[in-house]
């Protein structure tokens, strides 16, 4: 297995720089634990425990793991929906040198057997029963697939075909000595993350104790991270970065508290905000968007402390980034990254307005960043290209995929983003759109970004995205697809005026509008723009088919 691990010259500038250090993430914890044990760490819905109850219930995890025959190196598939067993099966794992696989707790057969046998899983945790499905019940219906796999732990009880989990938990005679023996090196892989799979199955991407704390230093940094900190954990956790690294590992490795949010609703999200007196939140685009008409029966003054929103996963349309700022009294933090390829930039908090919601700031921490054409090469300064990175926090490649390793990194280990972007006067980096998105439409691209950004003003619209809908002569033309807030309605008559009052170019503009009641999106929010297409182009064949 091919493994994109950094070179010494990379390593000693990592660590010289104090980004990278000595320690796994479970010791990073520990050492919170050490100094303010009685602190809270997190809560979710049916749990809250303190740094040193969650310190201890790693130890007797670990124990238990061990007891059981886990090996260093082997992969444990944790699909829980937000739960605070996740951190400690993490912790757990990374105690003994095995390593964590979360997936999103929607996923299904498709998607679960893939990543279980992808990733050789031995052992996977799930609910007995969540919301009326039986977990246990799919995976054993995959064990005859699956050589490498010996056991299902479940979370609420024995099951048919899975041993309780919660007697793990159990307080138990803690061998130190063992559990350090299993201590893995910080740049060994120590953990995985999961790809969203827009374009098709989810990857598994390779991290080491190193990468993941690198990874949520962005954080630290933008917002100011302080220990008194509060995290909102609004985003699914088995996304990875937004829904667990940077609201729940942050705080944990650096003394904060975490308020976990178990299922999305915009009503429940402002309330848990409020509740529990957060400071800052994690959330992608589209769940702010979805917040914005609740905070309309709030005032600035409903939200005071909270000073930050960072997002990330997807792009956000200015003006719901403004309207957050002006009802919340906070500042909107745009993070832009990959789960592969770990952050490249974010803004910040003193950044003004314009760049904080306009740009996705400029790359720091010693991030290798580069704007290339078609062809691999360098682009001139302020022209736009592919955006290639190399970072502490990039990860070490796919997991027994060697294939899509060498297709998403260069072979001197930049990954490839396949985002187009473009540097400003002042080194703020704006993403001007994906590569194979981009609509070409008789030999002239369409930016489905620039006309995202303009309709998005329009006071009757909640979520919009454009793709590109067939063209028998021209091969492909713009169409825009919206959804509507309550009450609303708008013509594509309508939206064409708007967008040329916006001064968008007659040639970028739609040449159809679909009204929808939601858009099709990924675990982590990004818009799955090939179903779009393949939407239009049903109702187009529909059309031919009546006019034939």
């Keep these: 297995m091919e493994m994109l691990f950094h070179t010494p010259d990379e390593e000693r500038r990592y660590f010289d720089s104090g980004i990278w250090g000595n320690l796994t993430i479970v010791e990073r914890f520990r050492m919170r634990a050490a100094e303010s044990p009685g602190k809270l760490a997190i809560v979710d819905a049916k749990s809250r425990y303190t740094y040193g109850q969650l310190a201890r219930l790693v130890d007797n995890l670990a124990t238990n793991f061990l007891t059981m025959g886990l090996g260093k190196g082997e992969v444990v598939a944790v699909q829980v929906p937000n739960w605070t067993e996740l951190p400690i099966i993490h912790f757990a794992l990374n ?41 246990p019940s799919m995976l054993a219906g995959m064990r005859t697939a699956l050589p490498d796999f010996r056991q299902i732990l479940s979370i609420g009880g024995i099951g048919p075909h899975s041993t309780a989990f919660e007697p793990l938990l159990n307080d138990v005679a803690v ?21 969203s799979g ?28 302080v220990p008194g900190d509060i995290a909102a954990v609004l985003a699914s956790a088995g996304t990875g970065a937004i829904g667990y690294c940077f609201p729940i590992l942050t705080p944990l490795l650096h003394g904060g508290s975490s308020v976990v949010l178990e299922r999305w609703d915009p009503a429940a999200g402002v309330a848990l905000i409020r509740r529990h ?36 996963g997807a792009p956000l349309p200015y003006e719901v980034g403004r309207r957050i700022e002006e009802r919340m009294n906070c500042r909107v933090i745009c993070n832009y990254g990959a789960t592969d390829g770990g952050t490249v930039a974010s803004t910040d908090l003193d950044d003004p307005q314009e760049k904080r919601l306009g740009t996705v700031g400029r790359p720091s921490d010693g991030r290798e960043v580069k704007l290339v054409d078609a062809y691999g090469n360098a682009v001139g300064p302020g022209e736009p290209g592919e955006i290639y990175w190399r970072t502490a926090d990039k990860s070490y490649g796919y997991l027994n995929d060697d294939e899509a390793t060498r297709t998403a990194f260069t072979p001197d280990r930049f990954y490839r983003s396949g985002d187009l972007g473009r540097f400003d006067e002042e080194g703020y980096l704006k993403i001007i759109g994906r590569v194979k998105d981009m609509i070409l439409r008789g030999g002239r691209n369409i930016s489905p970004r620039l006309i995202e950004e303009a309709m998005a003003a329009h006071p009757a619209i909640l979520d919009v995205a454009v793709a590109a809908m067939p ?16 009450g609303c309605t708008l013509s594509f008559e309508e939206a064409i005026a708007f967008l040329k009052e916006r001064k968008v170019s007659v040639w970028q503009l739609p040449e159809r509008l679909e009204i929808m009641e939601e858009l099709p999106k990924s675990a982590v929010g990004k818009i799955l723009k090939n179903q779009l297409t393949q939407f239009v182009t049903g109702r187009l064949n529909q059309e031919a088919n009546r006019a034939a």
């Excluded at 827009?198 to 990874?215: E, R």
């Excluded at 825009?480 to 807030?485: C, E, G, K, P, S």
């Design 95 to 135: 105690r003994i040198g095995a390593l964590c696989m979360p997936i999103h707790h929607a996923w299904r057969d498709t998607e679960v057997a893939h990543l279980l046998k992808q990733g050789r899983a031995v052992a996977a945790v799930v609910p007995l029963n969540y919301r009326g499905f039986d977990y």
């Design 198 to 225: 827009t374009t098709g199955l989810p990857k598994l991407s390779v991290f080491s104790s190193n990468n993941m704390y690198a990874l949520v230093h962005p954080v630290v940094r933008a917002i100011r991270f």
């Design 175 to 195: 061998d130190a000595a063992a559990l350090d023996a299993r201590r893995p090196h910080p740049n060994e892989p120590g953990a995985l993350m999961l790809s």
């Design 277 to 312: 007196r957060c400071t800052y939140g994690v959330a992608v685009p589209a769940q702010l968007t979805q917040m914005l008409p609740l905070l309309e029966n709030h005032s600035p003054a409903d939200f005071e402390g909270f000073r930050a929103f960072f997002n990330a």
């Design 471 to 486: 063209d028998p002569v021209l091969g492909e033309r713009a169409c825009a697809f919206a959804v509507l807030r309550k």
